[in-house]
């Protein structure tokens, strides 16, 4: 499905650090404003016994593969009609705007002929799909031991074999700018300017940060982003964190990145998707489990939040405690980005602890610093 991409508002307040962009994706039979966390799972129905009736027009439909598995698909329809019914299908979700990535992982650097076998493998089967509303150019995971240039390189060439694949079924759907965690930042301007070029100046700019927290590094890249588009006199686009960690792995209180993030000119936040395999003792020994808390933006201990009754009476409403604290935390978190929405400097000034406020000042001040400087290319 096409879309475009409207701003509606711009904010940046100097004395928080906030800089909010109201932003709007418009589909042919509706528009959303973009200003949310996409949750893992289905929030609505727990919302109101939360205190909110929360709407997520969005559905982020994650799905790996091998180049194995899609070369068995491409030679045996009963694998073909499996993974459809099992692996895609289930995952987009009736009257939602469903946005697939698919995450390709190649056991060595491919060739032309097995790019296009990708390419063609995703437009065919998941682009095709009558759920898919937005498309999205696959993430190639390649071996660690490929270079960093290499590994931009070679995504670099897949999009150009992707764009023919897109030609040769004479597809006139309007893609998303997808940027792989291993892009670097003296590629990245280059990648944007090649996406500006083949897919046009409205943008959803999904910035895969594979598992890190916002203000561990992914906001240089997304300050880079704001100054490219700058630089390129572009102000329809929207920019979307793929596989992000929203809270910093502690003992104490901690801000919550998700928000840090929103309230630094990004429009949605998707869940972490990065696996890291582990014993399950070590997963027990390093579990904390921490509630988020609206009053302040900061996530808690268990055993210390000062919401806890609360959150222990909704997690009564389900059978898995995991399950039932990720989504406690992400209807809070949403109430929160809503009120942000609608007055971020009115929102921060009641918080009752200063620790997020503080954690954005300092985010803000390298987000302006980097805004200000020159591109390279400026020069040339």
Known sequence: MNFSIKLRDLLEDEKTGALVRAVDLLLADRSIALYMKIPRHDIERFSLIAGAS?????????????????????????????????RLRPKLRKDKVNIPIVDVTVDRKPDVKEMEQISQFVVDVVYSHPRTTLLVPPKITLPGEVSASEKCDI???????????????QSSARLGYFVPDYITRTALPKLIEYYVSDLGKD??????????????????????IHREMSENKIETYAIYLFSHK?????????????????LNGVNLVGPNRRVIPLPRNV??????????NERDFLFYPEDRAPNAEEYQNFCALGKRKDEMLDIFNDIKVNISAV?????????????????????LKSIAKKRRDIIRQKSLTSFL
């Open 54 to 86: 929360i709407n997520i027009p969005i559905n982020e439909a994650y799905i790996r593969l091998t180049y194995e598995e899609i070369n068995k698909i491409d030679h045996d329809n009963g694998e073909k009609l499996r993974f459809i019914n099992r």
């Open 155 to 169: 995504f670099q060439a897949f999009l150009k074999v992707l764009s023919r694949t897109l030609e040769t079924r």
């Open 203 to 224: 943008a959803l700019i999904i910035l895969d940060v594979n598992g890190s927290r916002f203000s561990a590094g992914p906001y240089s890249d997304v300050s880079l």
């Open 246 to 262: 929203g809270r910093k792995r502690s003992g104490k209180e901690v801000p919550s990145e998700d928000l840090l993030a929103l």
């Open 283 to 292: 997963v027990e020994t390093r579990r904390i489990n921490k509630i988020f």
């Open 339 to 359: 009120s942000l929405f609608k007055g971020p400097v009115e929102t921060l000034s009641a918080l009752k602890r200063p620790e997020f406020c503080d954690a």
